[in-house]
Every structure is written in C-alpha cells, then in structure tokens.
C-alpha cells in the first residue's frame, strides 16, 4: 500500500501563475513533511518541510499547507518562473523510514 | 565541500554478476540512507543505517544487502542482480537531531542486462 500518495503527475503552469501539488498520507505516525525539488540528473534537494504542529509554512515564494485532520499537505508556488520547471516529490517520515510521493513534473511556460 | 558521493555513477552490468556501489559523506552524519528512483514510482528506501554497524530494512530490501562499518561510508550490494534491479539509485545522509533533512548523492544509473 502506497504510504503517500502525490498529484498531478504533471503540471503546466504559465510564467507568474500558481502551481499546487497535493499529497495525502496514510500513518499517522509521521512527523515530518518535506518537500524536495530535482533538476535532471541530479539527486533530489530539500525545498521546504513541515511538522504536524502548523498548519502553514512559507519560504519565499514556497508554501506548504497542511492538514492534520484530513491528513492532506500541498505545496503552492506562488509567481512561478520557467526554473522551477523540475520534478518535486513530497515525503514523510517518522524519524527513521522515508516514504515518498510518486512525483510531479512542473513545467512552467515562459 | 559538504557532500555525498556515489560511485560509480553509471554501471551497464548481466544478470549475476555481483556489484557494490559506493556511498561516503563527509559531514559526521549518523543516519544514511538507500533508495531507489524509479519512473511513476517516486523514490523507494532499500534500506537505512542509524549509526555504525546499525542497519534497518526499508520498503524495498528484495535483492539489497548494506554495510556500515565505518561512520561515512555506506555501500550498496548486489549479489545477483536481476533486470528488475534496473533503475536510479541514491543515497542520502543526514543528522540523527530532530531535524530530518537529508542530503542526497549524484545518483548511479545501475543497468543489468
């Protein structure tokens, strides 16, 4: 059973709009959310992580919405640029076991 | 330069023919890690260690076997590979603190004919 679940697959967005990339997790056990950004042939990169405690993060241009109750969290970026154009996955963790989403590719248009 | 490196980045090899791939990190991390990266199925934990000589399976150990018998190095082993061991490997180390973020290596295309 997949442990976390990530959509869209892929995405479009135009130069300036929004992207969302939602995910749903099952244990509620994990305590750690991360988002991570990777660029072709390169390993993944932490973008920005959450704790179940707070319902929102942002850095940036970068947003993390959580949900505890509907154990949902999304990643919004906001005034998106064609270099945001990768794959982010989301994650969770209890500390020692990593799960994570199957992955959505951004494309963003110039 | 605070880094983990994996080699070999690529390797085309047969069906049983054993294999290591190398993992070292140079930031005194505790905790490392082992996945897997294949298409539609985001990354996968092979398996991971907490500390010297303290491994754990992950999600997915069929066919994996690790080592870690010093604090920075933390090779991957292949002892009969088989097509279904095609795939995106990396590796990925962290602190054992409260804060779980992890630094990945560069990858190792792995490919068994």
């Known amino acids: 059973q997949q442990q976390v679940k990530q959509s869209p697959q892929s995405l479009i967005v135009q130069k300036g709009g929004i992207s969302i990339i939602n995910c749903a997790y099952e244990?509620?056990?994990?305590?750690?959310f991360p988002w991570y950004q990777q660029f072709p042939g390169k390993g993944p990169a932490l973008l920005i992580a959450?704790?179940?405690?707070?319902s929102e993060k942002k850095e940036g241009r970068f947003t993390i919405s959580f949900n505890k109750s509907a154990k949902q969290f999304s990643l919004h970026i906001m005034d998106s640029q064609p270099g945001d154009s990768a794959t982010y996955f989301c994650?969770?963790?209890?500390?020692?076991?990593?799960?994570f989403g199957s992955g959505t590719k951004l494309n963003v248009k110039p | 330069e605070a880094q983990v490196t994996q080699n070999p980045r690529y390797l085309i090899t047969v069906t049983g023919k054993k294999l290591t791939v190398t993992c070292s990190q140079n930031?005194?991390?505790?905790?490392m890690s082992w996945y897997r990266q294949d298409p539609g199925l985001g990354l996968r934990q092979i398996y991971y260690?907490?500390?010297?000589?303290?491994?754990d399976k992950g999600d997915v150990p069929e066919g994996y076997k690790v080592s870690r018998k010093e604090k920075r190095n933390f090779p991957l082993i292949l002892e009969s590979p088989s097509p279904n061991q095609t795939s995106l490997y990396f590796c990925?180390?962290?602190?054992?603190?409260?804060?779980?973020?992890?630094?990945f290596g560069p990858g190792t295309r792995l490919t068994v004919t």
């Open positions: 244990n509620t056990a994990f305590d750690y």
């Open positions: 959450i704790r179940p405690d707070v």
């Open positions: 260690s907490m500390n010297v000589e303290v491994t």
């Open positions: 930031m005194n991390h505790e905790y």
């Open positions: 994650a969770a963790t209890s500390m020692a076991e990593f799960y």
């Open positions: 990925a180390s962290r602190d054992s603190g409260t804060d779980y973020e992890q630094y």
